[in-house]
């Protein structure tokens, strides 16, 4: 299946105009059903490719170490310059994996770019009728966003299939998506991982507690869907957001476009997790640091906002389950889900 750009341009404008297409609202947010052993799961690249075969093998036996059974998507091995594919591909595997009811959750096996350009593509209708779990993170955000607003399901922001998995996140994930449990999600003392900026640690920019529904995900992917008709309401959420390889002023310049376009004015509390490799560099270096920006932004929000928790570009990382009720506490630094986000 082909579509050019005046049948592209003609999807996104009906879109727009659609019903129920402005900013949705998250009451009533339904639950996917968990994840039990046995189940199939697809696999699905609708971001950038993977193209060794080698990798593809260890995501599936990946799966199977989960007790799950491995899917993977028509076009999972495809490739179409940088992406895994043609938008309309990517998109069928999508609108397919939610309309087989033999999956029962869908993993995204990477990240990279390219998600944003399938949403017009995708069959709402479709995926709306067959709540699953979607699970990922980085790109797959413009996803997780884009289901909030249209599907109304939960979604996980968690590893992709193709991450390295370490117990810390599948303890985190199985927790969440298994067991159907509301964790106390909190950085555990110690921890070694290398990647994890001040080592786990937490910079609390204003203290207290709120609650609010999840939403957030990559900054960079979240940033450049503003303005689209591909995002929920954010009154009185809790916004998560992390990013990798961006320099102080990048970060500050997104935060700059999301208060100006209002969504930072009106959460409940913002948590910031992991930015690796964010460090200044070149002609930045000597300006602000991350965390200086960063407390520019959300101090004066004036609700509880802090940074350091375990989610991001890091290999240890929590599940965090887009759309479900959770509370957060910024002098403690943790995350506590006020419901399960499966029944």
Wanted: charged residues 20%; hydrophobic residues 45%.
């Amino acid at each position: 299946m082909r579509l050019d750009r005046r049948a592209l341009m003609a999807a996104l404008g009906a879109a727009m105009a659609a019903p129920g297409l402005s900013a949705a609202p998250l009451a009533g947010v339904v639950k996917p059903p968990r994840l039990r052993p046995g189940d199939s799961v697809g696999l699905i690249e609708p971001a950038g490719f993977t193209d060794d075969s080698f990798d593809l093998d260890l995501v599936k036996e990946t799966i199977v170490a989960m007790g799950l059974v491995p899917r993977p998507a028509r076009h999972l091995v495809e490739r179409y310059g940088y992406l895994a594919g043609t938008d309309a591909d990517r998109a069928a595997d999508v609108n397919a994996m939610f309309a087989d009811q033999q999956v029962r959750a869908v993993f995204a096996t990477r990240g990279g770019w390219g998600c944003a350009r399938i949403l017009p593509y995708l069959d709402f209708a479709k995926i709306r009728a067959n709540p699953k779990l979607l699970i990922g993170f980085s790109d797959i955000t413009a996803l997780h966003l884009a289901f909030a607003a249209r599907a109304g399901f939960v979604t996980i922001h968690g590893p992709n299939a193709a991450s390295s998995w370490p117990r810390f996140s599948w303890d985190a994930f199985r927790a969440v998506a298994f067991d159907g449990a509301t964790p106390l999600m909190t950085n555990p003392d110690g921890h070694e991982d290398r990647l994890v900026q001040r080592s786990g640690r937490i910079l609390t920019f204003r203290g207290g507690k709120a609650s609010g529904r999840l939403l957030g995900g990559n900054l960079t992917v979240l940033s450049t869907l503003m303005g689209t008709p591909w995002l929920p309401d954010f009154d009185g959420a809790i916004l998560f957001i992390e990013d990798v390889s961006e320099q102080p002023y990048r970060i500050d310049r997104m935060l700059t476009q999301l208060a100006l376009a209002g969504l930072l004015g009106r959460v409940a509390g913002v948590v910031f997790g992991q930015c690796t490799d964010c460090g200044p560099s070149g002609a930045s270096y000597g300006g602000f640091t991350l965390a200086e920006v960063l407390r520019q932004h959300l101090a004066p929000l004036g609700v509880p906002a802090f940074q350091g928790a375990l989610f991001g570009h890091v290999a240890s990382q929590f599940s965090l389950p887009v759309g479900c009720r959770a509370e957060i506490d910024a002098d403690a630094g943790t995350i506590r889900l006020l419901e399960p986000a499966v029944r």
